[in-house]
């Protein structure tokens, strides 16, 4: 997970638009993005290179459904 800024999200069984925010540690919202889905699939690539290292919650949003994760900056 460890990684310099730059990673992709990847989701399969996505039937609509989600919502993308990045959070920082201090639970402030740093990115916002819609992505569309292809063929019930997703894959977005991230740049966060320009942000300060650290830990980041990944979240992606769509009609009640949300999936979390933590990304490592370094």
């Given at each position: ?48 290179s ?8 990944v ?15 370094q």
């Amino acid at each position: 997970n460890p990684n310099e800024g730059v990673f992709d999200i990847v989701a399969d069984h996505i039937e609509e638009n989600m919502k993308l925010q990045v959070i920082d540690i201090n639970g402030h919202v740093i990115h916002t993005e819609m992505i569309s889905s292809s063929q019930g699939k997703v894959r977005k690539q991230i740049d966060l290179s320009e942000k300060a290292k650290g830990l980041y919650t990944v979240k992606l949003s769509s009609k009640g459904n949300v999936c979390t994760n933590k990304v490592l900056i370094q």
